[in-house]
């Protein structure tokens, strides 16, 4: 049998608030996603409630996450984010799907015991709320922008979506002006920490 190695996670970094996470999965605003950059290991600012949840990216192979499910080494963050707390206490697993799994892997949690933070552990290159990685979405918005094409494998539902989502990000936080294409279009939107293709803006 093959023995997976899993390797030791880079710590990512964060964050999304509930507000933020509720909003991109509802009809949102401002989502942010900072996969893209390493940021301090102590955001400047949190934004989340008492109680609410922030999301921690690591670095994660997702074949071995989904081999050990639970038993995935998951690193624990060195600190609340938002209270600097060193007191973090595993808090259970939260499921989610991602394309190419059939079932749910499972998502490590911490909770901070000081001030009642969630952290929700992330893989890093997966916008919040998406089953595609970001990779995927990339190609298919170039794709569609460079040869008004889908990607083969993908529902052209799930494309559109991200599709439609970019020209409104572009419209809302470029401008109706932008004329240096809708790829570039996207890169700007991530450069600005904004998520370029939920479904509302
Ligand atoms: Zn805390």
Redesign the pocket.
Known sequence: MLKLRQSRPEYFLFILTRQAELMMDGGGKKTRFFGKQVLPLIPKRTGASKGGFMIVFFAVNLNILFSLGRKYLWEKPCQ?P??H?MRLWGHGFVSAFFDGFAEALFLKRYR?T??G?VLRCRPSGHFPRFQADEKTIRASISMKAGMNRWLRGISRNRQNHWFRGLLRHIAAYLGNTWENGLVAGYEALLIREIIPVTRCI
């Open positions: 609340c938002r209270c707390s901070c000081d001030c933070a």
